[in-house]
C-alpha cells in the first residue's frame, strides 16, 4: 500500500502544534502551582489566559482544573459548579499520587459547600481525608471545612468529634493557627446548642492563642464571640466591654460592619438608643447581605418603639427585601 503523504503531512503538524502548544502551557501552569500560596491572585491571572479546551494533555487539563479551582477559592471567587474540578476529581482518583487525590476531593468539596450543598460537601472532604497524610498542609482545611458543613446541618456532634480530632492534629503538627481554628471552632458549636460555660471556656482558650501569636484579626473575631455569649446570657454590660475590645483590637483593614452590628445590638438592649442607631447605621456600609436584614430588622423595632412607624415600616420592607 502505498503512503498517503498528505495524510502523514497533516499528522505530523498535529504533533508539532500540539507539542509547541503543551510545552507552552506547561511552563504557565508550573508558574502557577508556585505562586498561589502566597501570590494566588497572580496565579488566578496567570490560569484565567489560558483555556482549558485548549489543553489536549490529560495530565496538563487535570492540573489546569484544580490549579483555577484553587486560585478562585484562594481568591474568595464564587464557584459556580462542579463541572472543572470533576475533571481533576476523575483524574486523579484512580491516581498514585495521594497528594494530588486529597486536593482534588477537597477544593471538590469546597465547590459543593460554596453552593450550599453540604451533603455532597461532606461526601468530598471524607474522601479526601481517605487519602490524606497525618502532616500534609491540606488536612487541617479538610477537617475544619467538614466539621463546618456538619454544623450546617445541625450534627453538632459529628462537628464536635472533627473539631477535636482536628486540634489533635494541629497539635501533633504544632500549628498554632490550627490550634486557634479548632478551640474556636468548638466555642461556636457549644454556643449554638446554648452551653454558654463550654463556649466561653473554649472562647477564652482561643484568645489566649490568639494573643500569644499576636494575631489581630482573630482577637477582633473571639471577642465578637465572647460578646456573642454575654449578651444572650442577658449580661449586657459585661458584653459591651467586650465588643469594645473587639474593636480596639481590629486592624486597619478590615469590614468593621458586624463589630458594629454588634455594638448597635449589645447598646439596644442596654436601652442606649441614639448611640445603638449610630453604630448600626455604620454597620450598613460595608454590610454583606445577611449582616443588613439583621442590621434593618433592629431599626425596624428600635423605630416602632419609638412610634415612628413611618420610617419602621420603611425598615421592616428593606428587611424583608434582604431576607
Known amino acids: 500500500m502505498k503512503p498517503n ?9 498535529c504533533i508539532f502544534f500540539n507539542a509547541c ?8 501552569l ?3 502551582d ?9 496565579a488566578l491571572c496567570i490560569l484565567e489566559k489560558l483555556s482549558i479546551e485548549e489543553i489536549s494533555n490529560k495530565s496538563a487539563k487535570a492540573m489546569y482544573a484544580l490549579l483555577l479551582t484553587e486560585a478562585l477559592d484562594k481568591n474568595f471567587k464564587s464557584h459556580r459548579n462542579d463541572s472543572l474540578i470533576l475533571i481533576a476529581v476523575d483524574y486523579y482518583k484512580d491516581n498514585s499520587n495521594n497528594k494530588l487525590k486529597t486536593k482534588a476531593y477537597y477544593y471538590l468539596g469546597r465547590v459543593y459547600q460554596d453552593n450550599k450543598d453540604y451533603v455532597k460537601a461532606t461526601e468530598a472532604y471524607l474522601s479526601a481525608l481517605k487519602t490524606a497524610s497525618p502532616n500534609q498542609v491540606p488536612i487541617l482545611q479538610i ?4 466539621a463546618l458543613c456538619y454544623e450546617s446541618q445541625e450534627f453538632y456532634l459529628q462537628a464536635i468529634k472533627t473539631y477535636k480530632e482536628s486540634y489533635v492534629t494541629a497539635e501533633k503538627m504544632k500549628d498554632k493557627h490550627g490550634i486557634l481554628h479548632a478551640t474556636r471552632g468548638l466555642g461556636n458549636i457549644y454556643a449554638i446548642q446554648d452551653e454558654e460555660e463550654k463556649a466561653l471556656s473554649y472562647y477564652q482558650k482561643a484568645l489566649s492563642i490568639a494573643q500569644s501569636i499576636k494575631d489581630s484579626l482573630w482577637e477582633n473575631a473571639i471577642f465578637c464571640d465572647i460578646a456573642k455569649v454575654y449578651d444572650d446570657q442577658g449580661l449586657y454590660i459585661e458584653a459591651k466591654k467586650q465588643i ?5 483590637y481590629a486592624p486597619s483593614d478590615i469590614n468593621l460592619s458586624p463589630t458594629y452590628f454588634w455594638k448597635g445590638t449589645i ?3 442596654l436601652e442606649e ?5 449610630h453604630y448600626l447605621s455604620r454597620a450598613r456600609v460595608n454590610a454583606n447581605i445577611y449582616t443588613k436584614a439583621s442590621i434593618y430588622q433592629t431599626l425596624y423595632e428600635i423605630n416602632k418603639e419609638r412610634k415612628n412607624y413611618e420610617q419602621a415600616i420603611l425598615y421592616n420592607d428593606t428587611a424583608l427585601i434582604c431576607y
Do not use: C, E, F, G
Open 21 to 28: 502548544h503543551n510545552s507552552n502551557t506547561a511552563p504557565q
Open 267 to 269: 447598646l439596644y438592649n
Open 143 to 146: 477537617y475544619n471545612n467538614l
Open 34 to 42: 508556585s505562586l498561589i500560596d502566597k501570590r494566588a491572585d497572580s
Open 244 to 248: 469594645d475590645s473587639a474593636l480596639n
Open 273 to 277: 438608643i441614639d448611640s445603638a442607631v
Open 30 to 32: 508550573q508558574l502557577a
Open 5 to 13: 503523504y498528505l495524510t502523514i503531512l497533516i499528522t505530523t503538524l
